[in-house]
């Protein structure tokens, strides 16, 4: 799995492919399957796609699609009962909403639920045009379900040319967990669902009162309202600390709460990689400047203070796991010791005893970190 960010997590498992057994081949895939079709819409993200041979191939989940039992994509809709747009929902695939007249999320609406303007801008059979408001049978449930989690995303998407908001949608992805993670100052409000649902903060299972905090673990004495006989009163939650993720990032969780502090079902104790306080920080709040600067940021070049290298605004950690491994050859046995032939002792400094680097040691590019030798044959020697 895709563990570069929460965001990455989420995508991966939201992911359509026309590959595969039974699929498409990229060289037979022609322009039209990898075109935008009308029922996409609230199904498959027209945004998030890759950039070269797999495009329009493999595609994303839109935020509330949803698979049926018969297979197919189906994606929700408000029902209008009598003009009155109620909170019921029903899941539609792209065949059953061919024959309603479906309005737009942001159509205007009374206070008792009735459509505002006497013409709305609606769908039917996949054409968008104005209707009369009687006309209308279902309402989109919000403006964000035509895109994906990524796409939803990026604020202010409908301002963007369409190019960008995909490389944008899928650079998201790329961006790897700072040192400190910092909430952006602009959202557009599901960066929380994609923090909670990707699984890499600790959720409260119970409500109840925080007992004890640590860096490892966190105690939550659980209300009594909400204790089944015969199980205990206590919820411990141990942290994941450092540890390597697939993409050689790390995942480490930090508590978020205090001791003492009342907690309800669902809330965030502890923030995971790229998380601030419950919510998806992928990147760093910075003031820029929109300008040039003796050529220091021609094109794509971008141009840093001092400062934010001080302050480590942009530092990530890396965990790398490196295998050594002992083999029996035809000339003997391969052995691991810290006794390597012509090999000076400074190279050796970082090795203990038996030949493999001690824990704590700091090492740069190029140091050994295990000692092996290898028997070697008798070299013919020239005459």
């Known amino acids: 799995m895709d563990q570069n960010n929460p965001l990455s997590e989420v995508t991966h498992k939201r992911r359509i492919s026309a590959l595969g057994p ?9 322009f039209e399957v990898r075109d935008v079709h009308v029922t996409h819409y609230g199904r498959l993200c027209p945004i998030e796609t890759p950039e070269g041979p797999n495009i329009g191939l493999i595609n994303s989940l839109s ?22 747009v109620t909170d019921e929902v029903d899941y539609l695939s792209a065949i059953e909403e061919g024959q309603f007249v479906i309005a ?65 949608a899928n650079m998201q992805r790329q961006a790897v967990p700072t040192l400190k993670a910092d909430k952006p100052l602009v959202g557009t409000g599901i960066e929380r669902n994609v923090a909670v649902d990707s699984g890499v903060t600790a959720v409260a299972k119970r409500g109840g009162v925080i007992q004890s905090v640590d860096a490892s673990r966190i105690v939550v004495k659980v209300n009594e309202e ?21 993409q050689n990032t790390c995942i480490n969780q930090r508590p978020c709460v205090m001791p003492g502090e009342p907690v309800s079902r669902g809330d965030v104790l502890a923030d995971g990689p790229s998380t601030d306080l419950g919510e998806l920080a992928l990147g760093q709040n910075m003031r820029i ?14 141009l840093v203070s001092e400062r934010v290298v001080q302050e480590d605004r942009f530092t990530t950690i890396h965990i790398q796991e490196l295998t050594c491994v002992a083999r029996d050859t035809k000339l003997g046995s391969e052995e691991i010791t810290a006794d390597i032939p012509n090999v000076g002792e400074s190279a050796l400094s970082k090795l203990d005893e038996s030949g493999i680097v001690y824990i704590g040691a700091e090492v740069k590019g190029g140091d050994i970190l295990v000692g ?5 044959g008798e070299t013919q020697l020239t005459p």
């Open 289 to 302: 400047a929109f300008m040039p600067w003796n050529g220091y940021n021609f094109e794509d070049s971008i």
């Open 104 to 168: 737009q999320a942001n159509a205007k609406l009374n206070e008792d639920g009735t459509f505002a303007d006497e013409l709305i801008t609606a769908r039917q059979k996949g054409e968008s045009g104005l209707h009369p408001r009687e006309h209308a049978q279902y309402m989109d449930v919000a403006t964000n379900q035509v895109v994906s989690i990524a796409a939803s995303l990026i604020p202010f998407l409908e301002h963007d040319d369409a190019n960008r908001a995909l490389m944008g």
């Open 63 to 84: 935020a509330f699609a949803r698979c049926n039992e018969y297979g197919f994509l189906e994606t929700p809709y408000r029902r209008v009962v009598d003009g009155v």
């Open 372 to 376: 092996k030798v290898t028997p070697k």
């Open 22 to 30: 039974g699929g498409l081949t990229r060289e037979r895939a022609g």
């Open 226 to 246: 909400e204790l089944v006989p015969g199980e205990a009163g206590i919820d411990i939650y141990n942290l994941t600390k450092y540890t390597r993720s697939n």
